[in-house]
T-cell receptor
Framework: NAGVTQTPKFQVLKTGQSMTLQCAQD?????MSWYRQDPGMGLRLIHY???????DQGEVPNGYNVSRSTTEDFPLRLLSAAPSQTSVYFC????????????FGPGTRLTVT | QQPVQSPQAVILREGEDAVINCSSS?????VHWYRQKHGEAPIFLMI???GGEQKGHDKISASFNEKKQQSSLYLTASQLSYSGTYFC???????????WGAGTKLIIKP
């Protein structure tokens, strides 16, 4: 099992550009989520999904869109990048939503100039 | 609301013990503990549920005081590999979204 994979590992964007961060898992997990982590801070939930076709907002959803067409994939789209979105982005999956171990991908380091 | 972790940082000599605390102002369903090394993804340590159930590693111990909505992670006989930042995440009965603390940085010196 590859676990949770994320691409790209690093990305530099100019203000106003859009892009999609890819996330995939091969563990047949129903629950997937996107977090951002700013320097010296904990993780903040952006969006999550409890299954294919179902997504919902987390703490900091503004500026981001998600979709979940398959169990395996959960891409995160930045609509119009802003310097405030410079961060490390982690995708995670788990068998369910409540009280399950989160399996994290390796992260994407995004810089917006 | 974000749980509060204390201390923010701690420096130990190898073999010493440490306690990391996590407290919330809300009634909790579960508390999660993860360790993150610099430049890496968080790694699961333990989940504590209200009612006393625990899931996680046998060599990591933690407690969950449901009355005070506090959890403590106990690291005994620390090893160099324990270095990293420890995060707690909390879930409430009304909202199973994990809300994370700001982290406790643990430095172990030989």
């Amino acid at each position: 099992n590859a676990g949770v994979t994320q691409t790209p590992k690093f990305q530099v964007l100019k203000t106003g550009q859009s892009m999609t961060l890819q996330c995939a898992q091969d563990m047949n997990h129903e629950y997937m989520s996107w977090y951002r982590q700013d320097p010296g801070m904990g993780l903040r939930l952006i969006h999550y999904s409890v299954g294919a076709g179902i997504t919902d907002q987390g703490e900091v959803p503004n500026g981001y869109n998600v979709s979940r067409s398959t169990t395996e994939d959960f891409p995160l789209r930045l609509l119009s990048a802003a310097p405030s979105q410079t961060s490390v982005y982690f995708c995670a999956s788990s068998p369910g939503q409540a009280a399950y171990e989160q399996y994290f991908g390796p992260g994407t380091r995004l810089t917006v100039t | 609301q974000q749980p509060v972790q204390s201390p923010q940082a701690v420096i130990l000599r190898e073999g010493e013990d440490a306690v990391i605390n996590c407290s919330s102002s809300k009634a909790l369903y579960s508390v999660h503990w993860y360790r993150q090394k610099h430049g890496e993804a968080p790694i699961f340590l333990m989940i504590l549920l209200k009612g006393g159930e625990q899931k996680g590693h046998d060599k990591i111990s933690a407690s969950f005081n449901e009355k005070k909505q506090q959890s403590s992670l106990y690291l005994t006989a620390s090893q160099l590999s324990y270095s990293g930042t420890y995060f707690c995440g909390t879930e409430t009965d009304s909202n199973y979204q994990l809300i994370w603390g700001a982290g406790t940085k643990l430095i172990i010196k030989p």
